[in-house]
Each structure stands twice: as C-alpha cells, then as structure tokens.
C-alpha cells in the first residue's frame, strides 16, 4: 500500500510531461477567408465516417455568402465511379480569424450547437497554396493543396507538425501521389 502514492505520483508525472511534449492545435492568427476561398485538393486524411466511401478526387470548394457564412461543396469519387456530394455551410468564429465552424446538416437545426463541427486552419501557406485543418481533440485532419499533388518534402513537413500536435497520424489516409 505504500507504494501507491508514489506509482500515482510517477503516473502524473509521465502524463503531464506527455501533455508538455505535445504542442496544442492553435488556428493560425493571421487568415484571409476571401484569399482562402476557392476549391481544395484532399492530399490527406484521418478516416472519417463520412469520407468512407470516397477513393479519390477529393475536393472541398468554399465560396463566401452575402451572408458573411461560406458555402461548401465537398466531392470525392466512389468505388463505381460516380460522384459523392455533400453540401454545407461555415462561419468563421468571432475574435479568432483561423477557427471556423462547419455543419451539413439542413438549415433548420442550425441553431443546435452539435451540429457545428470545429473546422481550424492549423497550418497555412502564406500564399494560400497549401493547408492543414484540424480541430482540438485531434480526431480530424485534412491536408489540403490548390493542386491535386504536392511535394513529398512539403508533406513530410506538415506530418511532422501534426504529430509534434499529438495527432496520430497512424491510419493517415493518403490519397494521392506525391511529387
């Protein structure tokens, strides 16, 4: 019984220094929504439920409303070759310029808050050629390129920062070839 203090002791120690060793998932300060509208080239993923089908051609396009919200278009192409679509809309968090919210559910359950998905830009290129989305509990990430490739140096570099996050880039869902 004496033990037990100390092999809790040592217990919170190894988690809060696995915590410290982790960098958090900050959105990134400086975003232009209107620079970052457009469409995307899915070059990676964590499996998610609803990207299960998808086998490539994965593209997200965004296009900003009247109503300060973005439009979103996700399309990916399926096993026999057709088309998947599923449409949503976005609205950036007030006071942080990297942090946006998603939904696909239809507009009349807008108002309940489980319906918005966390939707942070995580890494961006300064050009607005490349990103890296995720959201704080690190269950999703998307890489994203104005191009449907990118160079195999550049996503080694984004897998770095990722896993420097915490994320568990083990089932990373690659879904084009590199450069």
């Not at 809790?8 to 410290?20: C, D, M």
């Not at 160079?151 to 915490?166: H, I, N, V, W, Y």
Request: proline share 6%; charged share 20%.
């Amino acid at each position: 019984m004496r033990h037990r203090p100390l092999l809790s002791a040592s217990l919170s120690l190894l988690f809060a220094g696995q915590a410290l060793a982790q960098a958090p998932v900050v959105p990134v300060e400086h975003f232009e929504l209107d620079r970052y509208a457009g469409q995307w080239h899915e070059i990676a993923h964590l499996p998610v439920s609803f990207q299960k089908r998808c086998v490539a051609e994965i593209t997200a396009s965004y296009r900003l409303r009247s109503d300060g919200r973005i439009s979103v278009l996700n399309r990916c192409r399926v096993r026999d070759g057709s088309l998947l679509e599923a449409e949503g809309v976005a609205r950036q968090v007030a006071g942080h310029p990297g942090r946006l919210q998603v939904r696909f559910a239809p507009d009349w359950l807008s108002w309940l808050p489980w319906v918005w998905a966390d939707y942070w830009v995580i890494a961006l290129d300064p050009d607005y050629q490349w990103a890296m989305i995720g959201e704080p509990g690190r269950d999703y990430l998307w890489i994203l390129s104005r191009t449907p490739s990118m160079d195999s140096a550049l996503f080694e570099r984004l897998k770095r920062q990722a896993t420097d996050m915490g994320y568990d880039l083990a089932p990373l869902r690659v879904v084009v070839t590199m450069e």
